[in-house]
T-cell receptor, first 114, second 113 residues
């Protein structure tokens, strides 16, 4: 049972435009959400996070929006750059937080075309 | 330079053999984790450890074993009981400060034939 879902396996965007990556979750008991970026054959690197008490967090070109009523979060990248091409994972932390456990979505592969 | 190292980068084994994947961190983190990634799937938690000499099963622990004898090290053994061992294995660590961020190693690609 996939509690965190990224329903778009891939996304292609033109350089300079906005990239919007989406993530849905089914469990209301998530406390915190994170986005990770992953290049092929490398480990994921942390990008940005948001607490469930907020609805927006911004860091440079990256903004994460949280809509708790819709159980939906999105990552906006503006402007998109070719170096942003990677797989993006959203992850959620349960309230009960067993040992800092993260629950990951399947990932969305972003391709930014020059 | 603080970080997490995993070795080797690529590992090949014959079916029926146990294999141990190394994970070392010098970040002074208390918690460590093992994930596996398969094509088109997210990261799935195999085992995690919050403190030395203690560890818990994750969502897909069957066919795997771990040890945590030192804070810096959290090796994962893929046993012959694991039915589909070929995958990309990722080790991660985190502090216990409540910021939830996990730091990942570069991964080990295991191929079993």
């Amino acid at each position: 049972d996939q509690q965190v879902k990224q329903n778009s396996p891939s996304l292609s965007v033109q350089e300079g435009r906005i990239s919007i990556l989406n993530c849905d979750y089914t469990n209301s008991m998530f406390d915190y959400f994170l986005w990770y970026k992953k290049y092929p054959a490398e480990g994921p690197t942390f990008l940005i996070s948001i607490s469930s008490i907020k609805d927006k967090n911004e860091d440079g070109r990256f903004t994460v929006f949280l809509n708790k009523s819709a159980k939906h979060l999105s990552l906006h990248i503006v402007p998109s750059q070719p170096g942003d091409s990677a797989v993006y994972f959203c992850a959620a932390v349960p309230f009960y937080n067993q040992g800092g456990k993260l629950i990951f979505g399947q990932g969305t592969e972003l391709s930014v075309k020059p | 330079d603080g970080g997490i190292t995993q070795s080797p980068k690529y590992l090949f084994r014959k079916e029926g053999q146990n294999v141990t994947l190394s994970c070392e961190q010098n970040l002074n983190h208390d918690a460590m984790y093992w994930y596996r990634q398969d094509p088109g799937q997210g990261l799935r938690l195999i085992y995690y450890s919050q403190i030395v000499n203690d560890f818990q099963k994750g969502d897909i622990a069957e066919g795997y074993s771990v040890s945590r004898e030192k804070k810096e090290s959290f090796p994962l053994t893929v046993t012959s009981a694991q039915k589909n061992p070929t995958a990309f294995y990722l080790c991660a660590s985190s502090t216990d400060r409540g910021d939830y961020e996990q730091y990942f190693g570069p991964g080990t690609r295991l191929t079993v034939t």
